[in-house]
């Protein structure tokens, strides 16, 4: 496994790594191994059945995703980063009000990519068409009423803890017909060594809360998306 991981790196970075930092690899990639592991043993393996995926379809990517979604709705981003997506969100579903949810409170995701925000969207604020919630997902959904949102989309942390708490909130914030519909169904991130949870708390929820999952994308640039509703 150690040759693999070199193999995979710059040739400029193979002779250094070679010469000082085998053992460091191997000893990093041990304690990612017993992690990933610990994280695999501890996860739910809830199976779909045939009533969970009759109504599935397989779209291309998520752009085409939302050409597909509820227009002039009211919507909720979980997880807005410098809103790209925010923006195709407005111009290919125009909705009466879509609400931006992040804490920008870390490194990656900070302060200057929230003023970006304000910045980017600052016509649609002021219209009243666009409201930005700053903090945690989970903190903030809870804060409205239920029944309220026509569709709500995820994107935060991708853990399986964090998955599941919202999408047991989300469902009780959408409406009847809602849909939720989240990002990263997928393993997770290799070259970081980061275990995703998404796919299992999707599956778990809707086996144990009577959902559907109605739309799956396969593009490979990014991570793909589910989309699901109650029975």
Same mark, same amino acid.
């Given at each position: 496994?150690?040759?693999?991981? %070199?193999?995979?790196?710059?040739?400029?970075?193979?002779?250094?790594?070679?010469?000082?930092?085998?053992?460091?690899?191997?000893?990093?990639?041990?304690?990612?191994?017993?992690?990933?592991?610990?994280?695999?043993?501890?996860?739910?393996?809830?199976?779909?059945?045939?009533?969970?995926?009759?109504?599935?379809?397989?779209?291309?990517?998520?752009?085409?995703?939302?050409?597909?979604?509820?227009?002039?709705?009211?919507?909720?981003?979980?997880?807005?980063?410098?809103?790209?997506?925010?923006?195709?969100?407005?111009?290919?579903?125009?909705?009466?009000?879509?609400?931006?949810?992040?804490?920008?409170?870390?490194?990656?995701?900070?302060?200057?990519?929230?003023?970006?925000?304000?910045?980017?969207?600052?016509?649609?604020?002021?219209?009243?068409?666009?409201?930005?919630?700053?903090?945690?997902?989970?903190? %903030?959904?809870?804060?409205?009423?239920?029944?309220?949102?026509?569709?709500?989309?995820?994107?935060?942390?991708?853990?399986?803890?964090?998955?599941?708490?919202?999408?047991?909130?989300?469902?009780?914030?959408?409406?009847?017909?809602?849909?939720?519909?989240?990002?990263?169904?997928?393993?997770?991130?290799?070259?970081?060594?980061?275990?995703?949870?998404?796919?299992?708390? %999707?599956?778990?929820?809707?086996?144990?809360?009577?959902?559907?999952?109605?739309?799956?994308?396969?593009?490979?640039?990014?991570?793909?998306?589910?989309?699901?509703?109650?029975?």
């Amino acid at each position: 496994m150690y040759k693999f991981l %070199v193999k995979m790196l710059p040739k400029k970075f193979k002779n250094s790594i070679l010469k000082n930092y085998k053992e460091e690899i191997l000893r990093n990639y041990d304690k990612y191994l017993l992690n990933v592991k610990a994280l695999e043993f501890d996860l739910p393996r809830l199976e779909l059945t045939e009533r969970h995926i009759r109504n599935i379809k397989i779209i291309e990517d998520r752009n085409l995703l939302l050409e597909l979604l509820p227009k002039n709705g009211v919507i909720a981003e979980l997880g807005v980063d410098n809103g790209d997506f925010s923006f195709l969100i407005l111009s290919k579903t125009t909705p009466k009000k879509l609400h931006l949810i992040d804490a920008w409170d870390s490194e990656r995701y900070n302060n200057s990519k929230k003023d970006f925000v304000f910045n980017r969207f600052e016509k649609e604020i002021s219209e009243g068409v666009v409201e930005v919630n700053i903090g945690y997902s989970i903190e %903030v959904l809870k804060t409205f009423e239920n029944n309220y949102f026509d569709w709500i989309y995820i994107d935060t942390d991708h853990t399986y803890i964090t998955t599941k708490k919202e999408l047991a909130i989300a469902s009780e914030k959408v409406k009847r017909k809602g849909i939720i519909i989240g990002h990263d169904y997928y393993m997770g991130n290799w070259v970081a060594g980061y275990k995703y949870g998404v796919i299992e708390a %999707v599956h778990e929820f809707c086996v144990l809360n009577n959902w559907e999952l109605i739309y799956l994308t396969i593009e490979q640039s990014i991570p793909p998306s589910f989309a699901i509703r109650k029975l």
